[in-house]
């Protein structure tokens, strides 16, 4: 598949299949495509640990009132 040859497609793809879930539980829209490549260059296309910084920036909207 083409995604095989290109890991941070996979990623990327792995990434918003997580946060999109989670984002629908929570009545949010799905993340875009550009806003996932960039938590993702955040963290060198490490998926775990894109979503973890992901995790970290929604508690931090919530503790700051920020959240829509």
């Known amino acids: 598949s083409c995604s095989a040859r290109h890991p941070s497609l996979?990623?990327?793809?792995?990434?918003?299949t997580e946060?999109?879930?989670?984002?629908?539980?929570q009545s949010m829209s799905p993340m875009s495509w550009n806003t996932a490549v960039k938590f993702l260059m955040a963290?060198?296309?490490?998926?775990k640990?894109?979503?973890?910084?992901?995790?970290?920036h929604e508690t931090?909207?919530?503790v700051e009132g920020l959240s829509k």
């Open 49 to 56: 640990r894109a979503l973890d910084l992901y995790y970290q």
């Open 43 to 47: 963290r060198r296309f490490d998926t």
């Open 10 to 16: 996979q990623a990327a793809q792995a990434f918003l």
């Open 19 to 25: 946060v999109n879930a989670l984002r629908q539980e």
């Open 60 to 62: 931090l909207r919530a």
